[in-house]
């Protein structure tokens, strides 16, 4: 549903996005990663054709963002960092104005502002007007907003900034519901946590480049190395590093435990488990520890500065 082949920006000399490589099935979300002034909003403003690619090519819903922008904007929601609502408009005019933009009939523009509305526990505030709304009930307005059309893909700037928990979790959970009916998203976020429960993929983009781009367990693996497991015994651990070195590599240890890498811990657990017991030793637990995609981040992020800001090889 989004597909980008070298999408490249320049502004007066500046290169903001460079050869940007992007695909994006239906129903999948891809989580967009990066600092600020890396590239997001750009690349996000050239795949929903309000900006023109200086060189490359993007498709969103079937239609090339160059030379079919109209069709690209009716296929899409976007929710940008700037909201840009008007705050001396009463909510239900203004969806009303939206949903004519989009045209939609007066009964369907009416109906879905209302269940939108209602999804985000928002109908109260129907005939507010937007300068009394909080900062976070403008932003799921302007997610309401970015749905109202029904597309089939939706791009949104920090969905949940400026949100409380409860709200957040509403909005996480809408998306996920969505995606079962194969909405297609594109998120960028700086909430690292968010991303890892939302994402099928994530791509990190820095200096207009993306540097990785995978599903979370490739990305762990290429990055972090394999997963951590963690032994804890009865009583002191003894010669057990070396009973147990032919099976697992042991990263460190204490008195009672020790951590290992594995690459198949459903395959090898029960074996090691079996040389426990044989061992006689007795096993309080044996539990992996949880790779985190913060872990991720700063680690590619921090090879890329190594590297001197040379790309590393997509995940495909």
């Known amino acids: 549903m989004i597909e980008a082949h070298e999408l490249t920006k320049d502004f007066d000399g500046f290169r903001a996005v460079d050869t940007v490589t992007l695909d994006v099935p239906a129903g999948s979300v891809l989580a967009v990663l990066g600092p600020n002034g ?17 060189s490359g090519w993007a498709k969103v819903a079937g239609y090339d ?42 009964s369907v523009r009416r109906q879905r502002a209302y269940e939108l ?18 900062k976070g ?16 893909v939706l791009l949104l700037d920090e969905p949940t900034s400026a949100m409380d928990p409860q709200s957040a979790k509403l909005v996480r959970d809408a998306i996920i519901e969505l995606q079962r009916d194969k909405r297609t998203f594109l998120i960028t976020t700086h909430n690292l946590a968010e991303a ?24 762990a693996r290429q990055f972090v190395g394999e997963p951590i497991v963690e032994l ?31 690459a198949e811990p459903s395959i090898t657990n029960p074996i090691l488990v079996r040389r426990l017991v044989e ?33 590393h090889e997509h995940l495909h």
């Open 137 to 152: 009930m403008k932003q799921k307005l302007a997610l309401v907003r970015a749905m109202l059309h029904d597309p089939p």
């Open 196 to 219: 890892q429960v939302l994402a099928d993929r994530i791509a990190i983009i820095r200096g207009g480049r993306i540097i990785a781009n995978g599903r979370f367990e490739e990305l």
């Open 232 to 262: 804890k015994v009865q009583g002191e651990l003894n010669g057990l590093v070396h009973d147990i070195e032919d099976l697992v590599q042991v990263e460190e240890s204490g008195i009672n435990w020790l951590r290992y890498r594995v």
């Open 117 to 134: 509305m209602e999804r985000f526990g928002l109908t109260f505030a129907l005939s507010k007007q937007l300068g009394e709304y909080s």
């Open 38 to 54: 890396a590239g997001k909003t750009t690349t996000v403003r050239m795949l929903t054709s309000i900006l023109q690619p200086t």
């Open 65 to 106: 963002v160059a030379t079919h922008p109209e069709a690209v904007r009716a296929n899409v929601g976007v929710l940008t960092e700037q909201h840009g609502l008007y705050e001396r408009m009463k909510a239900i005019e203004y969806l009303d104005f939206f949903g004519q933009v989009y045209h939609l009939p007066a």
């Open 279 to 311: 061992l006689g030793v007795e096993l309080i637990a044996l539990s992996p520890t949880t790779q985190t995609l913060e872990d991720i981040y700063l680690q590619v992020v921090k090879e890329d500065e190594m590297n001197g800001g040379a790309a």
